[in-house]
T-cell receptor, first 111, second 113 residues
Framework: DGGITQSPKYLFRKEGQNVTLSCEQN?????MYWYRQDPGQGLRLIYY???????QKGDIAEGYSVSREKKESFPLTVTSAQKNPTAFYLC??????????FGQGTRLTVV | AQSVTQPDIHITVSEGASLELRCNYS??????LFWYVQSPGQGLQLLLK??????LVQGIKGFEAEFKRSQSSFNLRKPSVHWSDAAEYFC???????????FGSGTRLQVQP
């Protein structure tokens, strides 16, 4: 089945720890995105990439990093610099300038 | 700044009643417009999309939306709501400059039996 796979579904982070969220797509889409979702705030763009080895900051990039070494993969690292990382993280992909397709999300909790 | 506004945070309708969810956008030029639906703890599913042409757009699950340039709106409608429509609905927009979706804050729909 074609689609977007995010893993893990649930992730727990200790204070001061970096964690990496995985996002893989087999839709052959050029563009990939990471969004953060908090209650009552909709989705906010963290990073996006339109081509391998290139990516742009979104509205809330501070405390996050990404890489795009392969077309299929766009992992997100939540660093210790992100002071309030507890949220629901959504990865998406698209053909450029077309609708985005979303994964099932990763819920990150700081313990 | 480009933005998408959903004025209603929470709406409750009775099953079988009609539904309209509001969405307004603020962009320099007409953006591409989308409606997505999200069940709790899940990803987003695309309901419908508008790029150009006919201003009344049909989507999945019996939903439709109307683009009104004069009002900068893209409201979502359904003539008869089913209990399974209870979810959160997001309006989104993008343009060729940014190339990433900007989302409204969402409207949570509750359906009463």
């Amino acid at each position: 089945d074609g689609g977007i796979t995010q893993s893990p579904k649930y992730l727990f982070r200790k204070e001061g720890q970096n964690v990496t969220l995985s996002c893989e797509q087999n839709l052959n889409h050029d563009a990939m995105y990471w969004y953060r979702q908090d209650p009552g705030q909709g989705l906010r763009l963290i990073y996006y990439s339109q081509i391998v080895n290139d990516f742009q900051k979104g509205d809330i990039a501070e405390g996050y990093s990404v890489s795009r070494e392969k077309k299929e993969s766009f992992p997100l690292t939540v660093t210790s610099a992100q002071k309030n990382p507890t949220a629901f993280y959504l990865c998406a992909s698209s053909i450029i300038n077309r609708e985005a397709f979303f994964g099932q999300g990763t819920r990150l909790t700081v313990v | 700044a480009q933005s998408v506004t959903q004025p209603d945070i929470h709406i409750t309708v009775s099953e079988g009643a009609s539904l309209e969810l509001r969405c307004n956008y603020s962009y320099g030029a007409t953006p591409y417009l989308f409606w997505y639906v999200q069940s709790p703890g899940q990803g987003l599913q695309l309901l419908l999309k508008y790029f150009s042409g006919d201003t009344l757009v049909q989507g999945i699950k019996g939903f439709e939306a109307e683009f009104k340039r004069s009002q900068s709106s893209f409201n979502l409608r359904k003539p008869s709501v089913h209990w399974s429509d209870a979810a959160e609905y997001f309006c989104a927009a993008s343009d060729t400059g940014r190339r990433a979706l900007t989302f409204g804050s969402g409207t949570r729909l509750q359906v009463q039996p």
